[in-house]
């Protein structure tokens, strides 16, 4: 992806920067635990939340399968750690209507979070009207207490005007952060569409969030998103109401690097998520449906 010089510049600049341990604590808070496997249970998910309160402090969020918003309601009462879930996912092919009921559903059963695939097949292949239907109308699902991500899967654009366009509609039909990826395709979360997505928030002027999810697996490659944040938008922007990592085997690099170990609470179902992508790619709502390419790594 070229993106224009002055963005390449930050990126480059981003690139180089190692984590430490204060950067990887406060990336800690950032972080969107999450489990979207096939095969995951009500025990992945509990294991999952166990994790989700750690010696560096809580995660932003726990993510997983709608399905299991309701055993995440459970594990995480009185945390304090948001709900969040998928929506339209991963494929981005279901209508508005489809997608309303499942966002009305999961809010329903306690999701604070909606992560909605925008339908980015039929954006890149050139409708326009469609694929905001299917946005605003998750916009109007969650009225004006839930938070919408809308999942742009930055990988399958041929090219950077376009994922800008889709990137500007999507904040015009009501999007509260612009996520890079469901992390079922590669590339998955990289810094140049960080860079060009974080370019389009800020010359949005509007409070709109970033969230680079999919193959994010240590400290470092952390950092390196956090530091391209703060080039484009400024010391202190990112936080846990504008900014996010989704993934699941990044929180032990975090913890190691803040001086606090990892590795030994992880929970069932996590940190196997690459091989299980890289060998299928598939994942919806119900535990099936293929996507467009398999996956080397995923959350």
């Known amino acids: ?23 990887a604590g406060r990336a800690v808070g950032l972080l969107d635990l999450t489990s979207l496997n096939d095969d995951d249970t009500d025990q992945t998910v509990e294991a999952l939340c166990k994790r989700a309160v750690t010696p560096a402090g809580k995660v932003a969020a726990v993510c ?36 309303a009921a499942e966002t009305k559903a999961a809010i329903k059963d306690g999701a604070n979070e909606i992560d909605v695939v925008l339908p980015y097949r039929a954006f890149i292949d ?27 899967e930055s990988g399958c654009f ?17 999007a509260d952060f612009l996520k890079t990826s469901t992390g079922k395709v590669q590339p998955a979360a990289t810094l140049e569409a960080a860079a ?11 409070p709109v969030g970033f969230k680079a999810a999919g193959g994010i697996r240590d400290a470092d490659g952390a950092a390196a998103f956090l530091a391209l944040a703060t080039a484009i938008q400024g010391k202190g922007w990112a936080k846990p109401d504008t900014f996010r990592f989704g993934a699941s085997a990044l929180l032990d690099s975090l913890l190691a690097t803040a001086g606090h170990g990892g590795g030994k609470g992880e929970g069932k179902g996590e940190g196997k998520d690459k091989d299980k992508d890289a060998k299928d790619g598939k994942g919806d709502g119900k535990g099936g449906g293929a996507v467009a390419q398999p996956a080397t790594a995923g959350y």
Do not use: Y
């Not at 041929?158 to 039909?173: F, G, K, M």
């Open 1 to 23: 992806m070229k993106l224009p010089a002055d963005l390449q510049r930050a990126l480059d600049t981003a690139a180089a920067v190692k984590a430490d341990a204060k950067g």
């Open 158 to 174: 041929p090219d950077p005007e376009l994922l800008a366009w889709a990137a500007r509609d999507s904040i015009a039909a009501g």
């Open 126 to 152: 050139g409708a326009r009207t469609q694929p905001m239907n299917v946005i605003r109308a998750c916009r109007e699902a969650c009225g004006t207490d839930v938070t919408m991500k809308v999942i742009l």
């Open 196 to 206: 060009l997505l974080l370019h389009v928030i800020h010359e949005s002027g509007k």
């Open 64 to 99: 997983v399968w709608p399905r299991f918003v309701k055993t995440a309601r459970k594990a995480l009462k009185g945390s304090g750690v948001k709900i969040a879930t998928v929506v339209n996912f991963p494929s981005g092919e279901a209508d508005a209507a489809t997608v």
